[in-house]
């Protein structure tokens, strides 16, 4: 049997126009879409399916992503 996998990420979430995006700033990962619900979703499954390609892979999840840009964080934090 093998061990659980656990992440702790912050998730930026911003409007950009008419759309949504979601930025982890753990894992330069990203996802768009029309509304909160749909970018949440969309996060989700690609974050989720990013671990599982690398895991298929015999690669460390997520080993292969830096921290998002400083400008993300910036905005984070205010």
């Given at each position: 049997?093998?061990?659980?996998?656990?992440f702790k990420v912050?998730?930026?979430?911003?409007?950009?126009?008419?759309?949504?995006?979601?930025?982890?700033?753990?894992?330069?990962?990203?996802?768009?879409?029309?509304?909160?619900?749909?970018?949440?979703?969309?996060?989700?499954?690609?974050?989720?399916?990013?671990?599982?390609?690398?895991?298929?892979?015999?690669?460390?999840?997520?080993?292969?992503?830096?921290?998002?840009p400083d400008a993300?964080?910036?905005?984070?934090?205010?």
């Amino acid at each position: 049997m093998t061990s659980p996998i656990n992440f702790k990420v912050s998730v930026l979430l911003l409007r950009e126009g008419e759309s949504w995006v979601a930025q982890c700033l753990d894992y330069d990962i990203a996802a768009q879409g029309r509304s909160l619900s749909e970018v949440k979703e969309r996060f989700a499954k690609t974050f989720i399916g990013q671990i599982l390609v690398d895991l298929h892979h015999n690669v460390v999840p997520l080993s292969g992503f830096s921290q998002a840009p400083d400008a993300y964080w910036k905005h984070y934090q205010n």
